[in-house]
């Protein structure tokens, strides 16, 4: 009965923590890793001499001693391995006191000064999870024996099981007072420093014993897992090479290397890990959880959700089974079922950070969202069909989002970019705005639904002088536009979307003017091929229509011709990209990728003239990179840049293309972030061959 309960014991506490990825995105490294706190100390379960008994008790005295050290020492050891993680705090457990327990709680009712009823019914307690009971047995005790060994270091060690860290370290540390050298006190005081978050503090005690005890490999792990932890990689894989070296066959070392695999990016080796101990043990659980997690992060969300679901299935208390599941449902989209597996999680474990971090992230994402932003932007050009170009926008955006239904978002967004061109051939002020209502559901895990629906409001309809025209027109008022967009997953790496959308070209004042629509249709396709490395393709169609209005044609007579109609301009092209997320750092991220964009309009030289940039053959080819991280603080950046080159017309002369995004990051506050950014260009393709320069200013709110 004992040893069947420290098996059980043992498995609901073992709590193997990984990095998740956020927003369905897997995680390179390790950004939020907690330390996996195995192999609490062993307890030694010594008898001093001077134990007081109750007089004319001696032999059943003995005989509860020698049960307690035959049957709940080797079950201790069990339950207290490598693998097991701090324990729930108090007053969550459900297990009934043990036989022997309530013999122990007997003879101390009987006798208040039977130190061994009291400390053996105490170290029961701790065993079952009654942290408070345990505490008040422990301090019994001490009242007795006030410097009695045994009983300071359970008191410590409960201490701790309960999240009393403070306490606890205080209690280890007065022990080691008197015994410097004292393993028992040295291992206790370093695990509580790594679950208190200390683990610098934790290093130097773990590589001591570590150099003591150089044939004990549970010391080596221990310090590879603090070095794990401190993201010193290179050290953590050069200890559990000599663990390796020195015991081949030890499954916690090769989990352990495992798992440093993962975190440095090596998926492929680290699967090879999993698969061997699976070959050696085909329920090993936590290489099937090894498995889950490298299918969860190549983007294998249903492989990894269903080997997620029969290991919960098999083990309903196993808490890092639990976490990935919830985390694959929150991936999935199934927000329900993740908050109800997180909730399970935490009653069996209330104080696992991992919880605490899934359980904000799904509060956040269900919060109602404001982004706001107001710009700033001059552009000068001289290679459009209009002549030269002096345009500054001033641009205001305002966007509501929000989660109403289950496995969907919802958007509202308001849009005004009020512009003027003070010099050149568009002189004048227009105040184009959008409002626009976007959806996106989840339908199934392989099915997305986006679409939306909203009005372009261009003017109030007064006359307006355009280039080409002699005659003024009344220009555009009230259009509607939408889109819509399927995405369904093929297979696990290949994504197909199609989309169709109506937009308003709203560049210049003389496309606002005309009212000019974009009806687009695109075809593209999207390759993962792992979760570092992604390529996307599409293949578009275009046509572009002003609003009608009477065209003036002087056909050579001194009238001129009234044509009464609208203009068209149809073109079509393609867009290639490809990005490589090199590395995931806390203080800086990196991608590296390509974008290529190729694109032309029917017509030739006698196209229809829209006011805005219409060629017949336009090609542009960035080299891009994207950075960001945190700076100190509150204080972050966000740097992306594209650099290379375009051709406007073939046979034309090759030109450089740059694109500058640079922006500096405040969290004011955990639903407050402002951001402070800058653009420069001088390439467009949809104004031509000019340059220009933005500022703008955002804020992002989740009431």
Not at 649 to 654: D, F, I, K, T
Request: charged share 20%.
């Amino acid at each position: 009965m004992l040893n069947n309960l420290a098996v059980d014991f043992s498995r609901r506490h073992q709590n193997r923590h990984f990095p998740f990825p956020q927003n369905g995105k897997p995680l390179e490294s390790p950004t939020t890793t907690r330390w996996q706190a195995e192999h609490w100390p062993v307890a030694r379960w010594r008898l001093p001499a001077s134990r007081r008994a109750e007089p004319g008790n001696g032999l059943t005295s003995l005989l509860v001693t020698v049960l307690a050290a035959a049957f709940l020492a080797p079950s201790f050891l069990h339950a207290e391995g490598r693998d097991s993680a701090p324990p729930p705090e108090a007053g969550k457990t459900s297990q009934e006191p043990s036989g022997l327990e309530k013999l122990y709680r007997e003879r101390a009712a009987r006798n208040p000064q039977d130190l061994v009823a009291l400390e053996g019914m105490a170290f029961l307690q701790t065993r079952r999870g009654d942290y408070t009971g345990a505490i008040a047995s422990y301090r019994r005790a001490l009242q007795l024996a006030p410097r009695d060994h045994d009983a300071r270091l359970g008191l410590a060690r409960t201490m701790a099981f309960s999240g009393q860290y403070d306490t606890a370290l205080e209690g280890f540390q007065e022990v080691l007072k008197e015994r410097p050298a004292d393993t028992d006190a040295l291992e206790g005081l370093a695990r509580v420093y790594v679950w208190s978050a200390q683990p610098s503090a934790a290093l130097p005690i773990f590589q001591g014993l570590a150099a003591r005890y150089p044939a004990n490999p549970e010391y080596a792990l221990d310090l590879a897992r603090v070095n794990m932890h401190l993201r010193r990689y290179p050290e953590a894989r050069r200890i559990l090479a000599s663990v390796l070296a020195a015991h081949p066959g030890d499954r916690d070392a090769q989990l352990q290397i495992a798992d440093l695999d993962l975190f440095e990016g090596r998926q492929a080796d680290a699967l090879l890990r999993f698969n061997h101990l699976l070959a050696e043990n085909p329920s090993d659980s936590e290489a099937l959880k090894g498995n889950a997690r490298i299918a969860y992060y190549r983007g294998d969300l249903k492989y990894a959700h269903d080997l997620a679901s029969k290991l919960v299935a098999d083990d309903p208390h196993d808490v890092s089974a639990l976490l990935l599941l919830a985390n694959l449902e929150r991936a999935l989209h199934n927000t329900g079922k993740a908050q109800a597996l997180l909730a399970r999680a935490e009653t069996l474990d209330p104080r696992n950070d991992e919880a605490r971090e899934l359980k904000s992230s799904l509060r956040n994402e269900s919060r109602i969202t404001l982004h706001t932003s107001t710009s700033f932007a001059r552009e000068i050009g001289s290679g459009n069909s209009s002549g030269a170009e002096d345009l500054r926008t001033f641009g205001y955006e305002t966007t509501w989002g929000f989660s109403a239904l289950p496995r969907s978002h919802f958007y509202l967004s308001l849009f005004c970019l009020p512009s003027s061109g003070p010099s050149g051939s568009i002189p004048g002020t227009v105040g184009p705005s959008q409002f626009l209502y976007r959806q996106t559901t989840y339908v199934t895990s392989q099915l997305t639904l986006r679409g939306g629906a909203g009005l372009a409001r261009f003017g109030p309809g007064e006359l307006a002088s355009i280039p080409t025209q002699t005659e003024p027109i009344r220009s555009a008022q009230t259009r509607p536009l939408g889109f819509i967009n399927l995405s369904y997953a093929l297979r696990k790496k290949w994504t197909a979307d199609l989309a169709a959308a109506r937009s308003a070209l709203a560049y210049t004042p003389t496309a606002v003017r005309l009212g000019v629509m974009e009806n687009r249709a695109s075809a593209g396709l999207h390759y993962r091929f792992n979760s570092r490395t992604e390529l996307s393709l599409e293949s578009f169609l275009m046509d572009s229509s002003t609003i009608q209005y009477s065209h003036v044609i002087m056909l050579g007579g001194p009238t001129p011709e009234l044509s009464y109609g609208a203009d068209h301009n149809r073109g079509g092209g393609a867009s290639l990209t490809f990005n490589r997320k090199v590395f995931r750092k806390p203080r800086m991220a990196l991608d590296l990728g390509y974008s290529g964009l190729a694109y032309g309009f029917e017509g030739g030289p006698g196209k229809p003239y829209l006011g805005f940039f219409n060629p017949g053959f336009y090609q542009r080819h960035y080299f891009t990179t994207h950075t960001s991280g945190k700076l100190h603080g509150p204080f972050g950046y966000d740097f992306s840049a594209g650099i290379g080159v375009q051709q406007v017309e073939r046979g034309a002369v090759v030109k450089h293309a740059l694109l500058l995004n640079p922006a500096l990051t405040l969290r004011v506050s955990p639903p407050l972030l402002l951001t402070l950014g800058y653009t420069h260009y001088d390439s467009s393709p949809s104004l031509g061959t000019l340059s220009g320069n933005a500022v703008r200013l955002s804020t992002d709110w989740r009431l």
